[in-house]
């Protein structure tokens, strides 16, 4: 398998280029192209072909899906390396990297979690590469290190995931994760001492969210078994809700709920803050889940609530439960449950739907209830009485994205975060009683905010409906269509796309970029008829609303197709592959990364199936039909002229199967016709979301923003000082 040399691929990326694609086959491939294209890794194509429903599917690059096979592994380290020695040659690459160095490296600090008068919170050092957890004795206590992942591995491919201190404060419970995948162990460490527990080693914590009991003595954790007997998409449906009794073997803990069998469902439970009510949720997908409760220490769980095409949220304070749901409102509502009558009819609606806002989340703080909205994808904090009667709107320091108060249910000090594109992430501090919030803590970095603007634009899709958008760019842009410009869109799983701070498009707007974030459907902004329109069946209105958001801005002269870069990750990965297959013509670059691309075979994958109320499954002849019309992979064709492609991916994503990245590359390859270079980059150590090291994410920026600067011809790029106007 031969290399391309730096050079070549270079002039590979400069004869593709920015030029606009075009469904068309050349008449005849120039030369340059050809000897360019035949320096890929080699690839074999296989004449496999399935009959799906009656439908002749080709898949020639089945064998990629085999990640353990010699071959694959050869191919996937060539493709890697082909990529990695393009991108190094980039001359703006050493600049990106030393500005992300100095976004990137930062001192921050979270939000805290107060627990017996003891404080934990995790704070990033700009000379670390992972976050550290630190607890206090008291607000003002000195700052002790309480787990500090740098130093568990020397590669640090072991991260930190969930934390949960117990409700005396004295012991957390924390998830231990290797090379940043969903896949953990628990383990305790006491905090006075800071030794972990050798007794206290839970294998199988993949989806656990561990629930402290009142007395600390113990927690209730979802448990899936690592048995490598079960078939990997089949494993959803063995998660179990156990108790594990600290001190004690975790071979002995108590089932408390079984699994359910079916691998399309979650289980998770969750514990009232007292102790007296247990909860488990049976989901079934995004969209609807049941409901079942009791005491602790009874024997059977009780049915609250079937989900028939609803989902419902349930938390427990002084005998009385708060629902949320978005049963008959689709952008939810709030009741009061007595569990002495715990029927339906029974119910008491005490937060109406509001009539323009989505609620989001509520949370109990201080005698109160916490209700964040979204309106019109920005973020509204209000407080309420217990009862549901109105008390103020949590004052904000700007229009952006908030997350909702974050404190007990009986202390009045709460806190809250909040960002925008122009402002670092701050954490506010306030009292739920007085109103009165202080800022806590606040990320600083070297940036003028006064230098950019921000516009929120709606625009129609293909049929009309009205479709909010960010737009985010260094003042004094002209509009006249010729800034490069990057789209990014997820659209789908009821996932919100807000208005947060991301440094890393700083370097980008700068050299005169836009930046622009579409509030597609599929996502939760406004509600659960939002994302029913972006699901199943309706999945293409997602891509229709993402074409029509790249045509908004070239119509009002933002930029051209030529210079319209596309990026997406996961879902979002779908969402771009499907639009650089759909529309090629329409966009100059795309960044696909961790994405499910092949959409006839991505339910026997990954956690797949748990997707399928999401997306259906080709096992079903109407959902095959669905799916197969919009499937990226199986609409790669010859003659095509593609946008230049720059798929990211991870060898350790247990989420969505890293197959899809490989099948959709070769196949982008290996179109005859195609000008333009299908590059594969692979994270090593890293899980879905990427490695949790600074280092690694300012080489994976670095290499985006070098690809797409030489795809878009972007000059200009300043530094630091310049970008603070220095």
């Known amino acids: 398998m031969r290399q391309l040399p730096v050079p070549a691929l270079l002039m590979l990326v400069a004869c593709a280029g920015p030029g606009p694609a075009v469904r068309e086959a050349p008449q005849q491939a120039p030369a340059q ?64 990297v030393s500005r992300f160095r100095e976004l990137f490296y930062v001192d921050s600090i979270s939000m805290p979690r107060k627990r017996a008068g003891r ?63 969903d896949e953990a162990v628990l383990h305790v460490v006491d905090v006075d001492s800071g030794q972990w527990s050798q007794m206290d080693v839970i294998e199988g914590a993949k989806y656990a969210q561990p629930r402290w009991t009142p007395d600390s003595q113990g ?68 969209s609807e889940n049941d409901v079942y409760w009791k005491r602790p220490g009874e024997k059977d769980f009780r049915l609250l609530v079937k989900g028939e095409g609803a989902k419902y949220s349930v938390q427990a304070w ?39 806002a989505s609620l989001q989340s509520v ?14 994808a920005t973020t509204v904090v209000r407080v309420a009485t217990l009862r549901g009667v109105p008390v103020r709107q949590v004052e904000l320091p700007g229009v952006g994205a908030a997350s909702n108060l974050v ?66 760019y260094r003042k004094g842009l002209k509009k006249d269509g010729t800034a490069p410009t990057l789209l990014y869109g997820y659209g789908g799983f009821n996932v919100n796309m807000e208005a947060n701070f991301r440094a890393s498009i700083l370097p980008w707007l700068d050299a005169g970029g836009v930046y622009a974030v579409a509030n597609l459907r599929g996502g939760g902004e406004y509600g659960k008829d939002w994302h029913e329109a972006g699901r199943l069946a309706r999945k293409q209105n997602v891509f229709d609303d993402f074409h029509a958001a790249a045509e908004y801005l070239v119509r009002e002269k933002f930029t051209q197709a030529r210079r319209l870069a596309i990026q997406g990750g996961s879902n979002g990965g779908l969402l771009v592959g499907a639009a650089m297959t759909q529309r090629p013509e329409l966009y100059g670059a795309v960044v696909c990364q961790v994405p499910l691309l092949d959409m006839v075979r991505y339910h026997l994958f990954g956690s797949g199936r748990t997707w399928i109320t999401e997306y259906g499954t080709a096992e079903k002849s109407e959902d095959f039909k669905t799916l197969h019309a919009y499937s990226p992979y199986h609409h790669i064709q010859a003659g095509v002229r593609y946008p230049a492609l720059l798929m990211m991916s991870a060898d350790h994503d247990d989420r969505v199967d890293p197959l899809h990245a490989r099948k959709f590359v070769a196949a982008v390859q290996n179109a005859a016709g195609n000008q333009a270079p299908a590059l594969l980059r692979i994270e090593v150590n890293a899980g879905h979301g990427g490695a949790d090291q600074v280092a690694k994410s300012i080489e994976s920026s670095a290499d985006m923003y070098a690809f797409l600067f030489r795809v878009l011809e972007v000059g200009g790029l300043q530094g630091g000082e310049a970008a603070q106007g220095r």
Not at 64 to 76: G, H, I, R
Not at 164 to 178: I, L, N, Q
Not at 231 to 254: C, E, I, M, N, Q
């Open 33 to 96: 192209e050809e000897r360019a294209r035949m320096s890929y890794p080699a690839t074999r194509v296989d004449a496999v072909v399935d009959t799906v429903h009656g439908v002749q599917v080709p898949d020639a690059y089945r064998w990629l899906e085999d990640e353990k096979a010699p071959e694959v592994q050869a191919w996937m380290k060539a493709q890697d390396a082909f990529t990695r020695s393009a991108l190094a040659g980039s001359p703006v690459r050493d600049s990106l």
């Open 119 to 181: 404080y934990f919170y995790s704070r990033t050092h700009k000379d670390k590469e992972k976050a550290v957890l630190y607890w206090r004795d008291g607000e003002k206590g000195a700052e002790k290190v309480l787990l500090d992942p740098n130093g568990w591995s020397p590669d640090g491919s072991i991260s930190l995931g969930t934390w949960e201190p117990s409700w005396d404060g004295k012991k957390v419970v924390f998830a231990r994760k290797p090379n940043a995948a």
């Open 219 to 286: 927690f209730y954790y979802e448990w899936l078994p690592t048995d490598a007997s079960i078939p990997v998409d089949a494993r959803p449906g063995y998660t179990s809700l156990r108790f594990h009794v600290l001190g004690k073997s975790p071979s002995g803990d108590a089932l408390v709920h079984p699994h359910t069998g079916d691998p399309t469902t979650f289980l998770s439970g969750d514990l009232s803050r007292d102790g007296k009510f247990l909860f488990v949720y049976i989901l079934r997908g995004w």
């Open 318 to 356: 002084k005998g009385r439960f708060y629902v949320t749901t978005d049963e008959g409102a689709p952008r939810q509502r709030v009741f009061e449950v007595d569990p002495a009558k715990p029927e339906r009819a029974a119910w008491k609606e005490i937060v109406p739907q509001d009539p323009v």
């Open 363 to 376: 949370n109990i703080v201080g005698e109160h209830l916490a209700l964040e909205y979204m309106k019109d």
């Open 407 to 472: 404190g007990l249910e009986d202390e009045d000090d709460a806190y809250f975060l909040f960002t925008s594109f122009t402002t670092p992430k701050q954490v506010f501090k306030t009292s739920v009683k007085s109103g009165k919030s202080e800022l806590w803590a606040k990320v600083e970095l070297p940036m003028d905010p006064a230098a950019y603007s921000v516009e929120q634009v709606f625009y129609p899709s293909k049929d009309g409906t009205r479709v909010p958008m960010f737009v985010v």
